[in-house]
């Protein structure tokens, strides 16, 4: 059974920096991609953030966030990590981390990603 256990999530100014992890468990995660979504209230679809191929180490953005987040793994942690930095007030939404199967060779926001996490909230102030 595979497991997703974010954290790091909380309350930062604007401009500032976070690093989300992610720590998985449950199975060998070579054959995945890992997936940033987030979600912004009230009532907006959630919407992809990053992604990394973990056997191929590579990665996945949204166009707003290039530049400013990197997503990166650990093998030995089994943990996934998304580095923000220059957060802005419209970076404020529950971050969720997930999990797509039998990937191969793709990376992006198209898999099916059928393991999802509880969700860690980031906020921005500004």
């Known amino acids: 059974q595979v497991q997703l256990v974010e954290s790091g999530g909380g309350l930062v100014q604007g401009g500032g920096s976070l690093r989300l992890s992610c720590a998985a468990s449950?199975?060998?995660?070579?054959?995945?991609?890992m997936g940033w979504f987030r979600q912004a209230p009230p009532g907006k679809e959630r919407e992809f953030v990053a992604?990394?191929?973990?056997?191929?180490?590579?990665?996945s953005y949204a166009d707003s966030e290039k530049g400013r987040f990197t997503i990166s793994r650990n093998n030995a942690k089994n943990t996934v990590y998304l580095q923000m930095n220059s957060l802005k007030p419209e970076d404020t939404a529950v971050y969720y981390c997930?999990?797509?199967?039998?990937?191969?060779?793709?990376?992006?926001?198209?898999?099916?990603?059928?393991?999802w996490g509880q969700g860690t909230q980031v906020t921005v102030s500004s």
């Open positions: 997930a999990a797509a199967s039998e990937a191969g060779l793709r990376v992006g926001p198209g898999l099916s990603y059928d393991y």
């Open positions: 449950g199975r060998t995660f070579s054959n995945y991609v």
């Open positions: 992604a990394i191929n973990w056997s191929r180490g590579s990665t």
